[in-house]
């Protein structure tokens, strides 16, 4: 798998670079860019193209790379339209309808070409407020970049939840304390430090004008060329609502204009505005309602729109690829497992999915042991003994009872002290950034990114393993529902010290941050592989059903760990006959796959969330 991403500069015009990139399809981005723009990352093969706006003002370049030689991406992972005007659209994500009926009729039409159906109609509207209100009422999860040539305007946001990645760099060669920018990004853009010793200290400071794009509205930005620079700057917001306005740090001098209102998305068409009166069973009945609704939509978007790579998968047999479209990160869990046999409803009977959990070898903790045999086989446990692996079995073998004519492929990623130790300098920290330095972002960063890349060996029924790489595009994961049903240790104390109410707002804070804390990082690390993060659990539907249901739905203190908390969850495994997965308590992800342990406990101290991570490679200590 190869890295993926997208990069929006606004630059001079430059007509050597601009013939360099018409003559050839395929160009390292180092060979583009200046010295502060450069990938960190390897990208191999990569699509290029230049914008020239009329009137020799910006270049904007843009790429999206590829997954291999025998699994190309089509057009789908960034979209790209343009039109005669030199108008540009980038999106990616699912943009299911919208409440303009004129735009909703032609994207749930038989065969839509979605990105120019949204070009189109932004390109009609001659002022901003027309173009806001369209993005406005757009459904659906994805991130949106609209370059209005006329207007000499940027529009870019991400939805109302964030579940995508936009981060972009300050532009500090004019003394101005308003917000002035000259890149936009899905990841993190700098160059390969000239240092024997990479440190996360150094890639932070290189990385220092790069901030991530908060998932509070929509931004509109004017394009200035001023004494030979472009940036863009004059960047007004306009907030999703009241609410998310504290989603924008006030690090960012933006011009806050009107808040929009909620679109009337298939939320509210469904549900009604309070629950006067719901009964438990009511609840979760509903829930698992919902939770069929947002699969069978996700699967059947992506099926439509993804034909060409579906038909790629049957070039890769022999070669250790999986042969799967869809797949999920697979703890065994709760979560996961309620996905798993979810998806099993939707996803084609021919096609098999992939269940990847990923377990961390450990040091022994055995003082007796000399250090400078530390990594001596005798000295490590196995990570076939992490809790997640053993969970991971379990409920594999009970989603095989459940559905035997499935092909299951349950890829164990199984990850050495080595292993750790040069990924996360290599891959791990520069997508962390901006901002996630911490311990618990280095844990989960580690463990979702050697997940998300899918190589290990495929279990069978016999000791004979062989290697496996997962091939899926589109990777389902369970983040989101802890947030919305108590499923933390912490959301117990709060419940038990300061009641119900104290709690519901706690809920309501986490679902509404956990862009900034979570979804921007994760999608970085997943779209690394060339992978498409799908979280169910984080629909639309989903967050504004569980918003109204009483807190006494999602937890039971009385009850012990593994039954008290994610009641309505639990109730819908149950009904799934999850009858093993449904009894398992909330394992965090870093303790589950043991990465929070692996290099021993000398580099995790305090509070995991807030202490900035620091780290000593074995030489030096």
């Not at 309808?97 to 509207?125: C, H, M, W, Y």
């Not at 970049?145 to 964030?162: A, H, K, L, P, Q």
């Not at 509404?512 to 979804?519: D, E, P, Q």
Request: net charge neutral; hydrophobic share 40%.
């Amino acid at each position: 798998m190869l890295n993926f991403s997208l990069f929006v500069s606004v630059t001079p015009n430059s007509p050597e670079v601009y013939t360099q990139v018409e003559d050839s399809n395929s160009l390292q981005f180092q060979s583009i860019l200046d010295a502060n723009s450069i990938f960190y990352h390897t990208l191999g093969r990569s699509c290029w193209k230049i914008a020239k706006v009329p009137g020799g003002c910006i270049t904007i370049i843009y790429s999206s790379s590829v997954f291999s030689d025998q699994l190309s991406l089509d057009s789908h992972q960034f979209l790209v339209q343009s039109n005669p005007g030199c108008d540009i659209l980038f999106w990616s994500g699912q943009i299911y309808s919208s409440s303009e009926i004129t735009i909703a009729r032609k994207i749930e039409s038989e065969n839509p070409n979605v990105g120019q159906v949204l070009l189109d109609a932004f390109s009609k509207e001659k002022e901003v407020a027309g173009v806001v209100n369209l993005i406005n009422s757009l459904i659906g999860s994805f991130i949106l970049i609209f370059v209005n040539i006329e207007s000499n305007r940027i529009y870019f946001t991400r939805d109302r939840c964030g579940r995508h990645s936009v981060v972009a760099r300050r532009f500090t060669k004019v003394p101005d304390d308003s917000l002035c920018i000259d890149s936009i990004s899905s990841m993190v853009i700098q160059t390969r430090p000239s240092v024997p010793e990479v440190t996360l200290e150094l890639l932070e400071r290189n990385a220092k004008d790069w901030f991530e794009i908060p998932a509070c509205g929509i931004f509109v930005s004017k394009v200035v060329c001023d004494n030979e620079n472009v940036f863009l700057s004059d960047v007004n917001l306009y907030p999703w609502s009241e609410q998310h306005l504290p989603l924008c740090p006030s690090s960012l001098s933006v011009f806050v204009n009107r808040v929009l209102s909620k679109h009337q998305n298939h939320c509210s068409r469904v549900l009604p505005n309070v629950y006067t009166s719901i009964t438990f069973k009511e609840a979760q009945h509903k829930l698992l309602e919902l939770l069929l609704a947002v699969v069978s939509d996700s699967v059947n978007y992506d099926l439509l729109f993804d034909l060409n790579y579906s038909f790629n998968l049957f070039n890769v047999a022999g070669n250790n690829w999986s042969g799967s479209l869809f797949g999920l990160l697979f703890s065994g869990g709760l979560d996961s497992s309620v996905i798993a046999v979810i998806l099993d409803r939707f996803v084609p009977k021919n096609q098999s999915i992939d269940l990847i959990n990923v377990g961390f070898q450990r040091k022994r903790s055995d003082t007796s042991v000399s250090s400078s045999t530390c990594l001596d086989s005798i000295n490590l446990i196995s990570a076939e003994e992490a809790p997640d692996r053993i969970t991971a079995l379990k409920s594999y073998e009970e989603l095989c009872r459940l559905s035997p004519q499935r092909k299951w492929n349950l890829i164990k990623v199984n990850v050495s002290v080595s292993e750790i130790q040069e990924a996360r300098i290599k891959h791990v920290w520069p997508l962390l950034l901006p901002g996630h330095t911490t311990v618990l972002d280095d844990s989960l960063g580690l463990a979702l990114w050697f997940a998300a890349r899918g190589e290990g060996v495929l279990h069978t029924s016999s000791d004979l393993e062989a290697k496996c790489i997962s091939s899926v595009k589109f990777l389902f994961l369970g983040s989101g529902i802890d947030e919305q049903l108590a499923g933390y240790s912490r959301h117990l104390t709060i419940y038990k010290k300061f009641g119900a109410e104290a709690l519901q707002r706690e809920l309501s804070k986490e679902i509404l941050y956990i862009s900034s804390r979570n979804l921007g990082r994760d999608d970085r690390l997943i779209s690394a592989h060339g992978r498409m993060a799908r979280l169910p659990y984080l629909d639309d539907r989903i967050i504004e059903f569980l918003a109204k249901v009483p807190v006494e739905f999602k937890i039971n203190p009385d009850l012990p760990k593994g039954q008290g908390e994610k009641l309505l969850l639990r109730q819908v495994a149950l009904m799934l006959n999850l009858n093993y997965a449904s009894k398992q308590p909330k394992r965090a992800m870093q303790f589950g796959s043991r990465v929070a342990k692996a290099e021993g406990s000398k580099h995790f101290t305090g509070s995991a969330d807030q202490t900035k991570f620091t780290y000593q490679s074995e030489t030096q200590n």
